[in-house]
């Protein structure tokens, strides 16, 4: 028996030698509260939160996978996955399907979104292209940067993606100014992404014409979500509903009636988390939150003890990425934000983005034990 013991340790010890326990344990907590939400938001439904169970399982062997991977054999093949992970970016305009857009690719029985590998890939290649050149980047190398984020962002809205688009731009963003990109350039992008954004919300919808339907029943919907509230408005208000609904300590698991009596649309995707809102109330919000939160401080700190350029940006991105999702899905859900269709991380029903999130944080694990020079 205590053999047994011995060698069982000892394997954990050794699976457990490229893993950040920390990081692997706000995970890990994160998705068994997904997965409780997925249950109740689905009416105690087995087939869902199984087939969440799974993607999970998936992406942690991703994750440990790739926390094993070498990072000079990552870095060689950056360019190699880039370019691969923009193959199916291109084969679902002809054969993929989805509600308003081609985003799904069907294989089999589940459906894969091929616009959230990018998400990882997009920073894995800019931090290649960086890491080749002095920092701050000059005119040159940030022409050339801007042109590779190009590539899948306009992929992402010839998909009509717009939500996922916006995502994958941020990451690109992200290591724009993790790479001490010029002031003057964030200052100008951010006066012009002001004024394009002042525009659309508050321009006459002759203006914007050009907007598919459902977009521009979004932005209306965002200005004034009272102005329709059987129609457009709905979401917004029955999600608010919910998440005021709460209070401090919620209704208890199961006891939530938006998303039991079918008041909220998409409660086990883009609105789960106010089904978590509703059901734990504040201090649930607030124990999650201090999980992302914690996530994305891990990753930062890991990014800033890197020794080399590749590895910081990519460390820091992931965890910049993280905050982004959780800022675009918390502001969408209580009305902040115009509704873009985008999932909260781990919690949110999805195969495709739980797997490429798991595996962004494999890759954050290769780059922090895995350092030039370092030994193991």
């Known amino acids: 028996m205590k053999v047994l013991l011995r060698l069982l340790l000892d394997l954990l010890a050794r699976i ?9 344990a706000a995970l890990l907590v994160l998705m068994v509260i997904g997965l409780a939400t997925q249950y109740s938001a689905s009416g105690e439904s087995e087939r869902g939160v199984l087939m969440q169970g799974a993607f999970y ?75 080749r050149h002095p920092l701050p980047p000059r005119f040159l190398v940030l022409l050339k940067a801007l042109a590779i984020i190009a590539m899948p962002v306009g992929l992402t809205l010839l998909q009509r993606d717009l939500g996922t688009a916006v995502l994958i731009l941020a990451t690109g963003v992200f290591v724009l100014f993790l790479a001490g990109t010029s002031w003057w350039w964030w200052c100008s992008g951010a006066a012009l992404g002001g004024s394009v954004f002042a525009i659309v919300m508050l321009a006459p919808m002759r203006w914007l014409s050009f907007l598919r339907p459902y977009q521009q ?14 129609g457009a408005g709905w979401n917004i208000l029955q999600s608010q509903i919910a998440i005021g609904g709460g209070g401090m300590t919620g209704k208890g698991w199961g006891q939530g009636t938006q998303s039991h009596l079918n008041y909220l649309p998409e409660h086990t995707t883009d609105f789960a988390f106010s089904v978590l809102s509703e059901e734990f109330g504040w201090l649930g919000v607030a124990f999650v939150l201090a999980l992302y939160l914690f996530l994305i401080a891990r990753c930062l700190w890991i990014a800033s003890e890197a020794r080399d350029a590749y590895s910081r940006l990519v ?22 934000l115009p509704v873009v ?30 350092r030039p020079g370092q030994r193991r």
């Open 16 to 24: 457990g030698r490229s893993l950040d326990l920390p990081l692997l």
């Open 57 to 131: 399982c998936v992406g942690l062997v991703a994750l440990w996978f790739a926390s094993r991977a070498p990072a000079r054999l990552l870095k060689q093949a950056t360019p190699a996955l880039f370019l691969l992970s923009l193959i199916p970016m291109v084969l679902v305009l002809f054969i993929g399907g989805g509600k308003y857009g081609n985003h799904w690719i069907k294989l089999g029985f589940f459906n894969v979104q091929p616009a959230e590998l990018c998400k990882l890939s997009l920073p894995l290649m800019l931090a290649w292209h960086f890491d």
């Open 217 to 230: 029943n979004r932005i209306l919907t965002f200005r004034n979500p009272d102005n329709d509230p059987m």
């Open 315 to 336: 460390a820091g991105t992931v965890g910049l990425s993280l905050f982004a999702y959780v800022l675009v899905n918390g502001g969408m859900i209580s009305g902040l």
């Open 341 to 370: 269709g985008v999932p909260m991380p781990l919690l949110s029903y999805g195969g495709t983005s739980a797997v490429t999130l798991l595996l962004g944080f494999g890759v954050v694990m290769a780059l922090q034990f895995r």
